[in-house]
């Protein structure tokens, strides 16, 4: 394939992918291609787990936040109060 720039996006484009270390420029925008195809897998899955916690409040299956602090600081051995600082 081959994609035509204008000379200024041709020279933007090098300037980014030699200071992301990449000597060539297609080498760049297949890691820029890969990199989108993580985000937007990432973007399904948080927006997947949201709705599963929406659909779980909808349905009352929550319980009260200082119970699961509670239960999560006696799990690992911390104090309730432990800000971690």
Known sequence: MTITLSEHYRTLAQQQANS??????????????DR????????????????EGLADV????TRPMHAALAELAQKHGLSESDDGN
């Open 20 to 33: 992301a270390g990449y000597s060539d420029v297609a080498d760049y925008l297949e890691h820029l291609i």
């Open 36 to 51: 989108a195809e993580v985000q937007a897998a990432d973007r399904l899955a948080t927006v997947a787990a949201v709705r």
């Open 58 to 61: 909808a349905a009352g299956r």
